[in-house]
Structure formats: C-alpha cells, structure tokens
C-alpha cells in the first residue's frame, strides 16, 4: 500500500516571502499521480497542482511550483509571493495510475501566513 | 469546471437514527465516487469507493453495515449513516471523477458535518 508523509504539521511564512510544504510518499509502482490540495477553513478540497510522474519538469501553477524528485519520492510544495489568502490546510495525495484513482493523502501541513 | 454538490452540507441527529447524505455531480457522469472521512484537525480518510450499479468497497475497519453506499446512478451517490452514535460524528466528504475524461483530478464536494447528540 502506498503512503504519504508530511512531515510539518505547521508551517508559517511572512507575507510576499516564499514557503515550501514537504512531502515524501512511498510506492513501488513506476506509474502514478501526485497533487497538493488546498483546504481552507471552509473545508472545501481545492485542486492546487498536480504532477504526473513520468513527466521530468516539474509542474507549475501561477505562484505554485513543485520540486518532483521521482527517485527520491520526494514532492515538495513551493509557494512563491505568499499571500494572506494562502493560509489553509495543504494536503499532499497521491494516486495510482491504474487501480481505482483513490487519493491516499499525507496528514496536512498548516501554513499560516503572517502580514 | 466540474462541479459536485454533496448534501446537506450540516445535520445534527439524535443518536439511533439515521442520516443520508448525498452526493452529486452536477456536470459530468462519474462511474466512481469516494467518500472521506475527516476528523478535527487530522488528514481525509477513505471509507469507500462507490461504483455505479455494483457494490461499495470498503476500506478495512469500515463497517459495511453502518456506513451504507449506494450508486444508483452515474450521477449521485449516497451514505447512509444508520444508527448514529456520537463517535460517528466527523466531517464526510465525497468525490468523484468525470469518467469522460482522461486521467483528470478528483472533484470534492463541500463536505457534511455530521454532529451526534
């Protein structure tokens, strides 16, 4: 079974400066997806980014970029510019390409984001 | 884009009864739906996967009996939480894929808050 780990259950970034969310995920497949999800306190699952992983460039959204290190399993969330309305809950997930395409998510990360 | 609506979106019950949430795409066909469970300040975890006109897969630990899923259509998916005790209370959430697309994100549902008196 595969699992994701996010090591920082709090993260905090002045405003306008850039924080990375951190992500690791084990798996023994070699065909697979993996996103960052936003919830805020809505609780509403907002799409961030996603990656594909036979795709070497990393995936990029706006201010959102991700570090994607397939022999590492290592997916790194980067947000540059930080704004006050990027404080939410970010969830790591990952998807099996082939078998049902249930996410499995890390625990969460919260960013709280200072003015 | 894609939308899926899942309701109510807050319901407190006694406990003993039942409650039935429902989940809806509203744009797309989605032969598979997912419910999540969320408790305070912890990760989503899936309870089921839901496939239109079969069975529910359960996760382990799920029980099957409580937590009843039914995909009658390509459309909307149900969870029944039958004889609800407060430990049952918990934040649910479903979501679903557009089966005419290719490998596409999942869409959520805004989610139920499900407090047990």
């Known amino acids: 079974a595969q699992t994701v780990t996010q090591s920082q259950p709090e993260m905090s970034v002045q405003e306008a400066e850039t924080v990375t969310l951190s992500c690791t995920y084990d798996?023994?497949?070699?065909?697979?997806?993996l996103f960052w999800y936003k919830q805020p306190p809505s609780r509403q699952m907002i799409l961030v980014i996603r990656?594909?992983?036979?795709?070497?460039q990393n995936a990029t959204e706006n201010r959102f970029s991700v570090n994607f290190q397939k022999a590492a399993k290592s997916f790194s969330l980067k947000i540059s510019d930080s704004q006050l309305g990027d404080a939410a809950m970010y969830f790591c997930?990952?998807?099996?390409?082939?078998?049902?395409?249930?996410?499995?998510f890390g625990g969460g990360t919260r960013l709280m984001v200072k003015p | 884009g894609a939308v899926v609506s899942q309701h109510p979106s807050r319901v407190i019950c006694k406990s003993g009864t039942s409650v039935k949430i429902e989940c809806r795409s509203l744009?797309?066909?989605?032969?598979?739906m997912f419910w999540y469970r969320q408790f305070p300040k912890q990760s989503l975890m899936l309870m089921a996967t839901?496939?239109?006109?079969?069975?529910?897969?359960?996760e382990q630990g799920v029980e099957k009996d409580k937590f009843l899923i039914n995909h009658a259509s390509l459309t909307l998916s149900t969870l029944t939480v039958t004889s609800a005790h407060p430990e049952d209370s918990s934040f649910y959430i479903c979501?679903?894929?557009?089966?005419?697309?290719?490998?596409?994100?999942?869409?959520f549902g805004n989610g139920t808050r499900l407090t047990v008196t």
């Open positions: 744009d797309f066909q989605a032969t598979t």
């Open positions: 997930a990952y998807r099996s390409a082939d078998a049902g395409n249930m996410l499995t």
């Open positions: 990656q594909e992983a036979y795709k070497q």
């Open positions: 979501s679903a894929r557009d089966a005419g697309t290719g490998v596409s994100p999942l869409h």
């Open positions: 839901s496939n239109e006109g079969s069975k529910a897969t359960y």
């Open positions: 798996t023994s497949e070699s065909d697979y997806y």
